[in-house]
């Protein structure tokens, strides 16, 4: 219903001409459909004068990526000062600069392919400032704000919803959502958060992380890193991931459809406030067509 459509920061744009393309096909039956595919161009990240890496993205937020995902891998610091972030697309690549040097030279020898479906690489020292972290022991989750987070995100037009075959991340505080990014890969969707967030010095200790994939290490990694302390998903998990948030101190949840969810890690941050009986069950074909897209990832 619209009501339960939020006022989001950030949010997706179904109609942008440059996301999806019109093609025609024959269904089941051999009859001509025309349908929305997602649109997937590659970008290069420099960092300064130095080439990291090459994703495959839908290209709507280069520079919230490309910033995202250098602070993910640790190749720019929380205190980094940027002098510019210069976007060609043309040339399909974004360069960020800083005032401090850079040089990740060995680190780019280290490479280590993700679980994404979009085949993302990091590079190591993925664990290098993990233990390091500590997440806000006071935060607090409320069963309330899981339903109503859920609602929300589902009702709200997408690309998912137009074309399917893409990955959303919410960035949400309490019951209400904030920033919601898509994109082909997991990935891309949380480190375009990050970078969203690294660049309008946006506080992670009150905010709840909302992924559509499935909770791997990957994603825990990342949203440690980022000092977010709740992660959830309608999707389920790795042993690795839970085992990561286990040790991080990180509230994560998974298969949160309708009234149900599991928690595996952090459950003393619950506060059980819902009233169930005002909770739908999600049928099976809203389940299929919400705009959250990780179940089949």
């Known amino acids: 219903m619209k009501q339960d459509i939020p006022d989001y920061l950030v949010g997706p744009h179904p109609d942008d001409p440059r996301l999806t393309r019109r093609l025609t096909g024959l269904d089941h039956e051999g009859r001509e459909q025309e349908i929305s595919v997602i649109m997937e161009r590659p970008l290069t990240i420099f960092l300064n004068g130095q080439e ?3 994703a495959m993205t839908i290209g709507d937020f280069p520079d919230y990526l490309a910033v995202g995902y250098l602070l993910n891998q640790n190749m720019l610091r929380p205190d980094d000062v940027l002098t510019g972030i210069e976007y060609d697309e043309d040339l399909e690549l974004v360069v960020v600069r800083t005032e401090r040097e ?7 020898q ?3 392919r993700t679980s994404g479906c979009a085949q993302g690489t990091v590079f190591g020292d993925l664990m290098e400032k993990f233990e390091d972290i500590e997440l806000p022991e006071d935060a607090v989750l409320r069963t309330s704000w899981i339903y109503a ?4 995100i589902n009702n709200t037009p997408s690309l998912y919803l137009e074309a399917g075959a893409i990955h959303g991340c919410v960035l949400c505080r309490e019951d209400k959502p904030l920033i919601y990014m898509e994109d082909v890969g997991r990935h891309n969707a949380i480190d375009k958060i990050a970078g969203y967030m690294f660049l309008n010095s946006i506080d992670p200790a009150d905010k709840i992380f909302y992924t ?4 791997t290490s990957e994603m825990v990694i990342k949203t440690v890193q980022m000092g977010i302390p709740i992660l959830i998903s309608r999707s389920g998990f790795t042993a ?8 991080a101190g990180m509230t994560l949840i998974g298969r949160a459809k309708g009234k149900r969810f599991i928690a595996l890690s952090g459950e ?16 099976a074909r809203s389940a299929r067509k919400s705009s959250v897209a990780g179940d089949a990832d």
């Not at 690795?240 to 040790?247: F, H, P």
């Open 52 to 54: 990291i890496v090459t």
């Open 149 to 152: 987070l859920s609602r929300q």
């Open 268 to 283: 003393e941050r619950l506060v059980y406030d819902a009233d169930l009986s005002s909770v739908s069950e999600e049928p």
């Open 212 to 215: 559509t994939g499935r909770l």
């Open 240 to 247: 690795w991931g839970v085992d990561l948030a286990r040790e």
């Open 110 to 112: 280290k490479k280590i």
């Open 102 to 108: 850079t040089n990740y030279e060995e680190k780019l």
